[in-house]
């Protein structure tokens, strides 16, 4: 949930609510060289983080990366980027190390990335005017296109996939509730043209991976928020929960239009659901055992 005003670059405003963040920044009209800091929080990213520094390195003056204790290459290739890497612990929130990632920036605006994300030569373009004009706008929100198995989901409400990336020093900051959460923003938020190129899944590896990353967080949330496990909860999540996410991807939002991936995009999403109750059910069991 926002709290400011979101409008297009161009102009278009609509409402959303924004939470409040300190204030480290001058005015935008001050006249003075302005910075841009990249930050990414990462774990075992060898295969994707170069294709990602490599669309930032001609325009960022500050790269951050905080890494979770990666096994790979990961650090080792962002240190040949020209990279400041903290290492710190690889959290089941990841949110938490993204947020250390933006706290160490000292760029006067902040770009903040996926180890999986690259930065169009349009996006590029976008944001160094910013960064040379500046804005009154304190974030914006940037379209992604998400590719998943290798082709881009058009559909299935899964493009445009606003996410708000580029933001003053001291203006947005992550909550660290939610894995599926957006940073907080003090202020205006305006769109931006231009695409982040999100390569969410190459494989059924990476896919089932981060799935089980994400379906371990449902569960924690479920269980914080006193979801019972009981015969109405099973069929709920089971049968209830998983349809109506793939009938909403799937017909509702057209994704059947995306062929075969927008498909199984649409099954797996659905399948979200009673994986995460059932380790909703596991938590619980683990507790009792404790208990007793």
């Known amino acids: 949930m926002y709290n400011s005003r979101l409008r297009d670059h161009a ?17 935008a009209g001050e006249e003075r060289n302005m910075s841009l800091s990249v930050v990414l929080a990462t774990y075992n990213e060898e295969k994707y983080i170069t294709s990602c520094l490599e669309s930032v390195k001609g325009f960022a003056d500050e790269l951050i990366v ?3 204790s990666s096994t790979d290459q990961t650090r080792e290739i962002a240190r040949r980027f020209g990279a400041k890497v903290i290492k710190t612990e690889n959290l089941p929130m990841f949110h938490t190390n993204k947020q250390m990632a933006i706290e160490a920036a000292s760029g ?3 770009l903040q990335l ?8 349009e996006l590029e373009r976008k944001i160094r005017k910013i960064v040379k004009t500046g804005s009154p706008a304190n974030a914006f929100a940037i379209p992604r296109k998400n590719y998943f198995l290798g082709r881009w989901l058009r559909k299935g409400g899964q493009y445009p996939d606003y996410v708000i990336r580029l933001f003053k020093r001291g203006k947005a900051r992550f909550p660290q509730k939610s894995v599926h959460e ?5 202020g205006e938020v305006e769109k931006l043209n231009g695409h982040l190129i999100h390569h969410t899944a190459p494989t059924l590896a990476r896919y089932v991976q981060n799935a089980n990353r994400y379906t371990s967080i449902t569960a924690e949330d479920l269980s914080r928020e006193g979801v019972d496990v009981s015969t109405g909860s099973t069929l709920y999540f089971f049968l209830v929960k998983p349809l109506k996410t793939f009938l909403s991807q799937y017909i509702r939002h057209k994704g059947c239009m995306d062929g075969f991936a927008g498909f199984i995009f649409a099954l797996f999403s659905g399948m979200h659901w009673p994986i995460a109750y059932l380790k909703l059910w596991e938590l619980r069991r683990n507790k009792q055992k404790v208990e007793i």
Do not use: M, Y
Request: proline share 3%; net charge negative; with cysteine.
């Open 108 to 110: 006067d605006w902040i």
């Open 66 to 68: 905080v890494d979770g």
């Open 182 to 186: 957006q940073l907080q923003v003090d």
């Open 114 to 121: 996926d180890a999986d994300e690259i930065v169009s030569k």
């Open 11 to 27: 102009g278009t405003g609509f409402a959303r609510k924004q939470n409040q963040c300190p204030n480290t920044n001058s005015d």
